[in-house]
């Protein structure tokens, strides 16, 4: 602020402060104002702030979509990537299917585990990654439901190429469902069914 209560701006020649209604400056005499170019008036820091803003705004987007494009293609990349997994390089035998010995918790009213004993052969050339998560049990009528964590499975994490395991693997089903197939589906990949006795 100017001692007149005015806002000031600057000479863009001398550099000292200069009330912004002024066309010349008191101290050099350069020709000064809105059509010279000052750039310290509160309009055009304003507008500076406001394109910057712009600018950061912009950047952001940019950035944004540059990710999301990036994890699209990983993604479409892993998908056609992934082997195709079929019973040509796994098989699966369900030996056994009956209640487990032991559970962390009880199952809910109305439902009870059944544990299956199966061998899981990987005919494969490359080691086979495995989970619990990726079986589900079908039952009589087409219901299918996920291994539960109620019961200590034995799935391996691995089987090395021409391998083959033996583990168990539990699911909580309605006490009146009755197993029908194991159904073994990896991400990205086929599913492999087995039936069980």
């Not at 101290?27 to 507008?47: D, I």
């Not at 992934?82 to 109305?110: C, H, K, M, Q, W």
């Not at 494969?124 to 499975?153: H, K, Q």
Request: aromatic share 8%.
């Amino acid at each position: 602020m100017s001692d007149t209560g005015g806002v000031l701006m600057r000479c863009n020649k001398c550099g000292r402060d200069i009330p912004d209604d002024t066309n010349f400056c008191s101290h050099c005499g350069n020709k000064v104002g809105p059509s010279w170019g000052t750039t310290n008036t509160p309009r055009a820091v304003e507008s500076k702030k406001k394109t910057d803003e712009i600018v950061v705004l912009l950047v952001v987007l940019v950035v944004a979509v540059v990710v999301i494009t990036g994890i699209y293609i990983a993604v479409t990349a892993a998908r056609e990537a992934a082997r195709d997994i079929t019973t040509a390089n796994v098989e699966i035998t369900v030996l056994s299917s009956g209640a487990p010995n032991d559970y962390l918790y009880p199952p809910e009213t109305g439902s009870k585990y059944v544990q299956l004993t199966v061998v899981f052969v990987n005919k494969d050339d490359n080691s086979l990654s495995l989970g619990s998560f990726e079986f589900e049990l079908e039952v009589a009528g087409g219901a299918r439901y996920d291994s539960t964590w109620s019961v200590d499975d034995t799935v391996p994490a691995s089987i090395a190429p021409g391998g083959s395991a033996t583990f168990t693997i539990a699911f909580e089903i309605p006490n009146t469902a009755t197993p029908q197939k194991l159904i073994y589906k990896p991400l990205f990949e086929n599913e492999v069914e087995a039936p069980v006795p």
